[in-house]
Protein backbone atom coordinates (compact mmCIF):
# COMPACT_ATOMS: atom_id res chain seq x y z
CA UNK A 1 0.00 0.00 0.00
CA UNK A 2 1.16 3.31 -0.91
CA UNK A 3 2.21 5.96 1.78
CA UNK A 4 1.56 9.59 2.23
CA UNK A 5 2.18 11.57 -0.24
CA UNK A 6 2.89 15.33 -0.23
CA UNK A 7 3.32 17.49 -2.86
CA UNK A 8 5.78 19.20 -3.84
CA UNK A 9 8.59 18.31 -1.74
CA UNK A 10 10.45 21.78 -1.77
CA UNK A 11 9.42 25.72 -2.32
CA UNK A 12 11.11 28.88 -2.24
CA UNK A 13 8.54 31.32 -2.06
CA UNK A 14 9.20 35.27 -1.19
CA UNK A 15 7.93 37.11 1.95
CA UNK A 16 3.85 37.94 1.25
CA UNK A 17 3.13 35.60 -1.13
CA UNK A 18 1.07 32.96 -0.43
CA UNK A 19 1.42 28.85 -0.68
CA UNK A 20 -0.60 25.71 -0.84
CA UNK A 21 0.51 22.46 0.20
CA UNK A 22 -1.18 19.33 -0.81
CA UNK A 23 -1.48 15.75 1.22
CA UNK A 24 -2.65 12.38 -0.18
CA UNK A 25 -3.06 9.71 3.22
CA UNK A 26 -2.54 6.13 2.84
CA UNK A 27 -5.46 5.08 1.03
CA UNK A 28 -8.48 4.16 3.27
CA UNK A 29 -7.54 6.55 5.81
CA UNK A 30 -9.72 9.12 6.87
CA UNK A 31 -8.17 11.57 8.90
CA UNK A 32 -5.28 14.06 8.07
CA UNK A 33 -3.23 15.69 10.14
CA UNK A 34 -0.42 18.57 9.81
CA UNK A 35 2.57 19.51 11.85
CA UNK A 36 5.21 21.66 11.58
CA UNK A 37 9.08 21.01 12.37
CA UNK A 38 11.22 24.05 12.56
CA UNK A 39 14.95 23.48 14.02
CA UNK A 40 13.62 26.00 16.68
CA UNK A 41 10.76 25.18 17.96
CA UNK A 42 10.82 21.16 16.95
CA UNK A 43 7.42 19.62 15.75
CA UNK A 44 4.16 21.19 16.62
CA UNK A 45 0.75 20.28 15.87
CA UNK A 46 -1.15 22.84 13.13
CA UNK A 47 -4.94 21.14 12.65
CA UNK A 48 -6.30 17.67 12.47
CA UNK A 49 -8.90 17.23 9.25
CA UNK A 50 -11.62 13.95 9.56
CA UNK A 51 -14.37 13.94 7.05
CA UNK A 52 -13.63 17.06 5.47
CA UNK A 53 -14.57 19.36 8.93
CA UNK A 54 -11.87 20.19 11.06
CA UNK A 55 -11.60 18.42 14.54
CA UNK A 56 -8.82 20.08 16.32
CA UNK A 57 -6.40 23.08 15.83
CA UNK A 58 -2.93 24.25 17.31
CA UNK A 59 -1.77 27.41 18.46
CA UNK A 60 -0.69 28.94 15.01
CA UNK A 61 -1.86 32.17 13.65
CA UNK A 62 -5.33 32.53 11.18
CA UNK A 63 -2.56 32.55 8.21
CA UNK A 64 -2.38 28.77 8.26
CA UNK A 65 -5.50 27.46 7.17
CA UNK A 66 -6.45 23.92 5.43
CA UNK A 67 -9.21 22.01 3.93
CA UNK A 68 -10.36 18.24 3.30
CA UNK A 69 -11.92 16.60 0.29
CA UNK A 70 -13.99 14.41 0.16
CA UNK A 71 -11.60 11.77 -1.14
CA UNK A 72 -9.73 12.54 2.40
CA UNK A 73 -7.50 14.10 0.72
CA UNK A 74 -6.36 17.49 2.25
CA UNK A 75 -4.33 20.79 1.46
CA UNK A 76 -3.28 23.22 4.14
CA UNK A 77 -2.94 27.02 2.90
CA UNK A 78 -0.48 29.88 4.68
CA UNK A 79 -1.10 33.72 3.34
CA UNK A 80 1.28 36.44 3.81
CA UNK A 81 4.35 34.37 4.48
CA UNK A 82 6.77 35.52 7.02
CA UNK A 83 10.48 34.30 7.64
CA UNK A 84 9.54 32.18 10.19
CA UNK A 85 7.12 30.03 8.18
CA UNK A 86 10.12 28.48 6.80
CA UNK A 87 9.71 25.09 7.99
CA UNK A 88 8.99 21.10 7.18
CA UNK A 89 5.71 20.64 6.98
CA UNK A 90 4.99 16.93 7.50
CA UNK A 91 1.47 15.34 6.90
CA UNK A 92 0.27 12.41 8.79
CA UNK A 93 -2.80 10.20 8.15
CA UNK A 94 -4.75 7.21 10.50
CA UNK A 95 -7.51 5.19 9.75
CA UNK A 96 -9.80 7.03 11.95
CA UNK A 97 -10.15 9.89 13.85
CA UNK A 98 -6.65 10.08 15.63
CA UNK A 99 -8.08 9.14 18.94
CA UNK A 100 -5.62 8.78 21.91
CA UNK A 101 -4.81 5.25 20.53
CA UNK A 102 -4.57 5.60 17.07
CA UNK A 103 -1.12 5.40 15.20
CA UNK A 104 -0.58 8.49 12.98
CA UNK A 105 1.79 7.46 9.69
CA UNK A 106 3.70 10.61 8.30
CA UNK A 107 4.61 11.27 4.61
CA UNK A 108 8.12 12.77 3.72
CA UNK A 109 7.00 16.36 4.15
CA UNK A 110 7.64 19.39 2.04
CA UNK A 111 10.40 21.59 2.47
CA UNK A 112 8.96 25.19 2.31
CA UNK A 113 11.90 28.35 2.13
CA UNK A 114 10.92 31.64 2.49
CA UNK A 115 13.28 34.34 1.32
CA UNK B 1 -1.17 20.57 29.64
CA UNK B 2 1.53 17.94 28.62
CA UNK B 3 4.48 17.90 27.54
CA UNK B 4 7.42 15.41 26.71
CA UNK B 5 11.25 15.61 27.90
CA UNK B 6 14.16 14.02 25.90
CA UNK B 7 16.85 15.11 28.41
CA UNK B 8 20.02 14.35 25.58
CA UNK B 9 20.24 16.33 22.47
CA UNK B 10 22.33 13.14 21.83
CA UNK B 11 23.41 9.63 22.22
CA UNK B 12 26.57 7.83 20.91
CA UNK B 13 27.49 4.24 20.79
CA UNK B 14 29.18 1.76 19.85
CA UNK B 15 28.00 -0.52 16.90
CA UNK B 16 26.71 -3.61 18.70
CA UNK B 17 26.41 -2.02 22.33
CA UNK B 18 22.79 -1.42 23.41
CA UNK B 19 21.25 1.95 22.81
CA UNK B 20 18.88 3.49 25.02
CA UNK B 21 17.33 6.68 24.15
CA UNK B 22 15.45 8.40 26.94
CA UNK B 23 11.87 10.29 27.49
CA UNK B 24 9.82 11.58 30.44
CA UNK B 25 6.74 12.99 30.15
CA UNK B 26 4.13 14.83 31.77
CA UNK B 27 0.03 14.02 31.08
CA UNK B 28 -3.00 14.62 33.10
CA UNK B 29 -4.50 10.84 32.93
CA UNK B 30 -3.60 7.77 31.03
CA UNK B 31 -0.85 8.62 28.69
CA UNK B 32 -0.15 7.22 24.71
CA UNK B 33 2.97 7.20 24.09
CA UNK B 34 4.93 6.52 20.83
CA UNK B 35 8.37 6.23 19.48
CA UNK B 36 9.28 7.88 15.72
CA UNK B 37 12.24 8.06 14.08
CA UNK B 38 13.49 10.55 11.24
CA UNK B 39 16.15 9.70 8.71
CA UNK B 40 17.71 12.90 7.05
CA UNK B 41 15.27 14.96 4.53
CA UNK B 42 12.50 12.16 5.73
CA UNK B 43 9.45 12.13 7.41
CA UNK B 44 8.64 10.23 10.52
CA UNK B 45 8.65 6.80 10.86
CA UNK B 46 6.73 5.03 13.52
CA UNK B 47 8.83 2.38 15.92
CA UNK B 48 6.23 1.33 18.23
CA UNK B 49 3.68 2.60 21.17
CA UNK B 50 2.26 1.86 24.59
CA UNK B 51 -1.42 2.14 24.91
CA UNK B 52 -1.99 -0.59 28.04
CA UNK B 53 -1.27 -3.76 29.05
CA UNK B 54 2.61 -4.87 29.15
CA UNK B 55 4.88 -2.24 30.08
CA UNK B 56 7.78 -3.75 27.46
CA UNK B 57 6.34 -2.61 23.68
CA UNK B 58 8.38 -4.61 21.02
CA UNK B 59 8.46 -2.64 17.36
CA UNK B 60 10.12 -2.24 14.66
CA UNK B 61 13.73 -3.09 13.10
CA UNK B 62 14.13 -4.64 17.24
CA UNK B 63 13.50 -1.41 18.93
CA UNK B 64 11.96 -1.72 22.36
CA UNK B 65 10.08 0.46 24.89
CA UNK B 66 9.76 0.40 28.71
CA UNK B 67 6.90 2.15 30.54
CA UNK B 68 7.24 3.20 33.78
CA UNK B 69 4.69 5.04 35.64
CA UNK B 70 6.21 6.23 38.69
CA UNK B 71 9.06 7.19 36.40
CA UNK B 72 6.72 8.58 34.17
CA UNK B 73 9.35 7.16 31.62
CA UNK B 74 9.41 5.76 27.94
CA UNK B 75 12.97 4.80 27.23
CA UNK B 76 13.71 3.29 24.32
CA UNK B 77 15.89 0.75 23.53
CA UNK B 78 17.89 -2.04 21.42
CA UNK B 79 20.40 -4.60 22.50
CA UNK B 80 22.24 -3.76 19.82
CA UNK B 81 23.34 -0.71 17.71
CA UNK B 82 23.40 -0.76 14.14
CA UNK B 83 25.47 1.87 12.20
CA UNK B 84 21.98 2.20 9.77
CA UNK B 85 20.26 3.44 13.22
CA UNK B 86 21.78 6.40 13.33
CA UNK B 87 18.85 9.18 13.32
CA UNK B 88 16.25 11.11 14.69
CA UNK B 89 14.06 10.02 17.60
CA UNK B 90 11.06 11.47 19.33
CA UNK B 91 8.98 10.26 21.58
CA UNK B 92 5.42 11.55 21.25
CA UNK B 93 2.74 11.36 23.79
CA UNK B 94 -1.26 11.60 23.10
CA UNK B 95 -3.57 12.05 26.15
CA UNK B 96 -7.04 11.95 26.64
CA UNK B 97 -8.62 14.94 26.94
CA UNK B 98 -11.46 14.85 29.61
CA UNK B 99 -14.00 17.07 28.39
CA UNK B 100 -14.34 15.53 25.27
CA UNK B 101 -13.49 11.95 26.23
CA UNK B 102 -10.86 11.73 23.08
CA UNK B 103 -7.29 14.11 22.27
CA UNK B 104 -8.34 14.47 18.39
CA UNK B 105 -4.83 14.07 16.92
CA UNK B 106 -2.58 16.43 18.11
CA UNK B 107 0.56 14.58 19.19
CA UNK B 108 2.92 16.55 21.84
CA UNK B 109 6.10 15.37 20.32
CA UNK B 110 9.82 15.96 22.62
CA UNK B 111 12.77 17.82 20.86
CA UNK B 112 14.20 15.23 19.74
CA UNK B 113 17.43 13.07 19.95
CA UNK B 114 20.55 12.37 17.46
CA UNK B 115 21.35 8.63 18.17
CA UNK B 116 24.92 8.66 15.75
CA UNK B 117 26.25 4.85 16.50
CA UNK B 118 30.11 4.25 15.44
CA UNK B 119 31.20 1.46 13.44
Known amino acids: KAGVTQTPRYLIKTRGQQVTLSCSPI?????VSWYQQTPGQGLQFLFE???????NKGNFPGRFSGRQFSNSRSEMNVSTLELGDSALYLC??????????????FGPGTRLLVL | AQSVAQPEDQVNVAEGNPLTVKCTYS??????LFWYVQYPNRGLQFLLK??????LVKGSYGFEAEFNKSQTSFHLKKPSALVSDSALYFC?????????????????FGQGTILTVHP
Open chain 1, 92 to 105: ASSPRLAGAQETQY
Open chain 1, 27 to 31: SGHRS
Open chain 1, 49 to 55: YFSETQR
Open chain 2, 27 to 32: VSGNPY
Open chain 2, 50 to 55: YITGDN
Open chain 2, 92 to 108: AVRPLDYAGGTSYGKLT
